[in-house]
């Protein structure tokens, strides 16, 4: 079955620096959300989004942002990248905004340096 | 803070044992899912309990519920070393709110 696809996996961008970073959801999933897990850290949310419209904010920076497009996928956007953003980010999709199993894509590796 | 706090942070088990992880978490929720996580990979879902529910089965896995104490528990039976990792529950809360909360994680150890 088709999981969430995350994009790139790696990434090393340096300070000051901006970064994308894509995700595919399941086929029919219309919710999305972000996370940012820090090394030896747990996942913390970011922002989410149901049906292309965001529906919730969690410790996001200002300099991130976000959006979910037409065809579901999203994409983090992050700018004047700090040495504090490297991190794993996980992207996680759904069929609906609540019940349904969340499933996480293999995350992306951002390292600032 | 996290909805979801885990206890014990850290457990470590010989392999056979069985290892019980807990969850404790804040507001009212529709359901609470737990997850794998082995080091800097992806979370994987392993089972999810509604609030309806209170105890659930997979394989060597059994997750309880008690929404009136609002707490959780993973127990794996028959350990093994693939097991070592790290294990979270997340909340859907019914707060009005879409944010899927995770807790402290539980890095588990087994040791073959």
Known sequence: AAGVIQSPRHLIKEKRETATLKCYPIPRHDTVYWYQQGPGQDPQFLISFYEKMQSDKGSIPDRFSAQQFSDYHSELNMSSLELGDSALYFCASRLGQGGNTIYFGEGSWLTVV | SQQGEEDPQALSIQE??????????KTSINNLQWYRQNSGRGLVHLILIR?????????????????????????????????????????????????????????LKVLA
């Open chain 2, 51 to 107: 609030s309806n529910e209170r105890e659930k089965h997979s394989g060597r896995l059994r997750v309880t519920l008690d929404t009136s104490k609002k707490s959780s528990s993973l127990l794996i039976t028959a350990s093994r070393a693939a097991d070592t990792a790290s294990y979270f529950c997340a909340t859907d809360t019914t707060s009005g709110t879409y944010k899927y909360i995770f807790g402290t994680g539980t890095r």
């Open chain 2, 16 to 25: 056979g044992e069985n290892a019980t992880m807990n969850c404790s978490y």
